[in-house]
């Protein structure tokens, strides 16, 4: 299971599981430029067996790929990391996908394109949440408004 390095006060590790690669090396750059430590993979798969060797704080992940999907793959990691924020990302969407990204525990849906400042200024507030309460047994995935 991924461990996270935000008690630690270290860099905040991103996990970007995006099929597409142009996607991912723009949101790997933006992330890494920003002061993110990225972890990248093309497949949901990927992203599973990555989760269980590398330390994750956070998640961004795309909801349409080859084999398994973003949806799928964020109940896998409810399961398994259940304090991960997840934050899905899309091209694909609508009020019944956000709806159905939310109930599974996303705590952030984006329709694409979306502007990477507003993913970045989001994801720093999910990650400086979750540190102040990293304590705090019990405590879920905080939910962010996609305003």
């Known amino acids: ?8 006060g270290t860099r905040i590790a991103v996990l970007v599981v995006e099929d597409d690669p142009a996607m991912r090396a723009v949101l790997s750059d933006h ?24 330390t994750i ?3 961004i992940v795309d909801k349409e790929m080859p084999g ?6 964020l109940s896998f990691l409810r399961q398994r990391c259940p304090r991960m924020p997840v ?8 009020p019944h996908t956000a709806d159905e990204a939310f109930e599974r ?24 949440s979750l540190a102040r309460c990293a ?3 019990g405590s879920g995935a905080p939910r962010v408004s996609a305003s």
């Open 1 to 8: 299971m991924s461990r996270s390095s935000l008690a630690h």
């Open 57 to 59: 704080d956070a998640a």
């Open 105 to 128: 525990g996303a705590c952030l849906y984006l329709e694409k394109p979306f502007r990477i400042s507003h993913l970045v200024a989001a994801l720093r507030t999910i990650t400086a």
């Open 31 to 54: 992330l890494t430029r920003d002061g993110f430590d990225v972890v990248e993979e093309a497949t949901a798969e990927g992203a599973m067996g990555r989760v269980e060797t590398a």
């Open 135 to 137: 304590a705090t047994p």
């Open 87 to 94: 934050i899905i990302v899309t091209a694909f969407g609508g």
């Open 68 to 73: 398994m999907g973003g949806l799928d793959l």
